[in-house]
Nanobody, 126 residues
Framework: QVQLVESGGGLVQAGGSLRLSCAAS????????MGWFRQPPGKEREFVAA????????YYADSVKGRFTISRDNAKNTVYLHMNSLKPEDTAVYYC???????????????????WGQGTHVTVSS
């Protein structure tokens, strides 16, 4: 089992940048694929980015491709989401998620991930 704690959210102007972090407990972090999802106000949770256990493969939603970068540091049990060129439509609660798998192909839907953090708020002002 793994516990996840997100940090790094906040208020930023459009065009700005933020880096979200997700710290995971447990000694087997490297066996987990990690993902970031977000839930905009009044909308359903949606996929943002994911990374395989090794970091060799990454996945992105079309809406963030080229602006967001997911990375992980297995030595620090941490996954990051670097967000650049932020837009007001990026405003949401951002959630970190984990699933224990060493597959390189991931199902990038919320139901495929077993563990979730509490979320961190990101607000982008225009």
């Amino acid at each position: 089992q793994v516990q996840l704690v997100e940090s790094g959210g906040g208020l930023v102007q459009a065009g700005g940048s933020l880096r979200l972090s997700c710290a995971a407990s447990g000694r087997t972090f490297s066996r987990y694929a990690m993902g970031w999802f977000r839930q905009p106000p009044g909308k359903e949770r949606e996929f943002v980015a994911a990374i395989t256990w090794s970091g060799d493969n990454t996945y992105y939603a079309d809406s963030v491709k080229g602006r967001f970068t997911i990375s992980r540091d297995n030595a620090k049990n941490t996954v990051y989401l670097h967000m650049n060129s932020l837009k007001p439509e990026d405003t949401a609660v951002y959630y970190c998620a984990a699933v224990e798998t060493t597959r390189q192909a991931l199902r990038i839907i919320p139901a495929a991930f077993d563990y979730w953090g509490q979320g961190t708020h990101v607000t982008v002002s225009s």
